[in-house]
């Protein structure tokens, strides 16, 4: 009877012991705050390892941190941030950029910005606008900090459109703009060696593509835009639709291919569509809780990358959740819970 008991015992720890290991839980800590993270399950290869940086900031903006999380270790990023309207960027890159823009600014008798509302790195470049829109959009070389300034004919200027996307296509740049309601939308082409902006297209949005989440641009150029129950394709060749089951809440864009997720009854509804604006795949997928909100995803080879926001938990408001499209299975999984009292507003991840 006592060897039973002693058998029962000894299972029972180790049937524990696998419990704690298969939910690893640890404590980040350090001077400047803490975070708790709680990794449910990791099924990641070898070869899927990932960094994703998670920014957070106060409502002021004032106070602004940065973790980096890899599929074993959260740590803290050191370098120092400053925010523009859609994101975060180094201090010292924002500096410098200020600094640049606004001796230009300064020689054409304009008022100097204080910060930018779009900044988007193209190789050694960056373009970078203020809330004027698109005419004040700035062509800098990162290198040299030459300012070259697009040129745009009036009757293609509408005001104001603010800079949302930017893509680089066999060295032209297309640039996705939107009016100040987002119901008015652009596609430029800007060419760097002659400085022209032309106007590809225009489209009305739908209500439900109302912020930069809700638009994208493609490798080749195309505009992608949220609709009622689909997606529309502003191109150099016209408009197209495509009918969903669902209205997506974001758009992706990654290499070729572009996906549109929304969270519906706790469950996330996703669609696959491929280069040739043809939808590859819809399916759903579990989410870590019921009540979540999306923040950001990201597409990488064959998996989908989703940020989370939970407000009912008790512990755990936010989960970065990433998903197998080939078996359609979550393959990782980790809480985490408040940074001091800053909110998780974006997140980037990593090439």
Request: with cysteine.
């Amino acid at each position: 009877m006592k060897k039973k008991i002693s058998l029962f015992l000894t299972l029972l720890l180790a049937s524990l012991l696998a419990i704690i290991c298969a939910h690893k839980f640890s404590a980040f800590s350090s001077s400047e705050g803490s975070v708790k993270e709680t990794i449910f399950f990791n099924q990641l290869q070898e070869d899927q390892s990932f960094q994703l940086k998670l920014f957070y900031a106060d409502p002021a903006m004032e106070h602004l941190k940065s973790l980096l999380l890899t599929s074993h270790d959260l740590s803290v990023n050191n370098e120092a941030l400053a925010p523009y309207t859609e994101g975060f960027l180094p201090q010292e890159t924002n500096r410098r950029l200020l600094e640049a823009v606004n001796t230009y600014r300064q020689e054409q008798s304009l008022a100097p910005l204080t910060y930018f509302y779009h900044y988007q790195e193209v190789g050694d470049f960056a373009f970078v606008s203020s809330s004027e829109g698109l005419n004040a959009l700035y062509f800098v070389n990162l290198n040299t900090l030459e300012i070259s300034v697009p040129h745009i004919k009036s009757e293609e200027a509408y005001n104001p459109q603010y800079v949302y996307h930017i893509q680089e296509v066999n060295n032209i740049y297309y640039i996705l703009t939107a009016g100040v309601n987002n119901l008015k939308a652009r596609l430029y082409a800007f060419s760097p060696s002659a400085l022209d902006l032309t106007l590809v297209g225009a489209l009305t949005t739908d209500t439900t593509a109302l912020s930069s989440k809700q638009y994208a641009l493609d490798t080749s150029g195309n505009a992608i835009f949220t609709h009622k129950n689909g997606l529309k394709f502003l191109t150099t060749t016209g408009l197209k639709s495509l009918d969903l089951s669902f209205t997506p809440e974001q758009i992706i864009s990654s290499k070729n291919i572009i996906g549109a997720l929304t969270i519906q009854n706790g469950t996330l509804l996703y669609a696959l569509v491929n280069s040739q604006l043809e939808l590859l795949d819809t399916g759903s997928l579990t989410l870590p809780s019921t009540d979540l909100s999306l923040i950001n995803s990201f597409i990488q080879n064959d998996l989908l990358y989703t940020i989370t926001y939970d407000q009912e938990h008790p512990i755990y408001r936010h989960y970065v959740s990433i998903y197998s499209l080939t078996t359609k299975t979550s393959v990782f999984c980790v809480g985490l819970s408040d940074y001091d009292d800053l909110a998780l507003l974006q997140a980037e991840l990593l090439p």
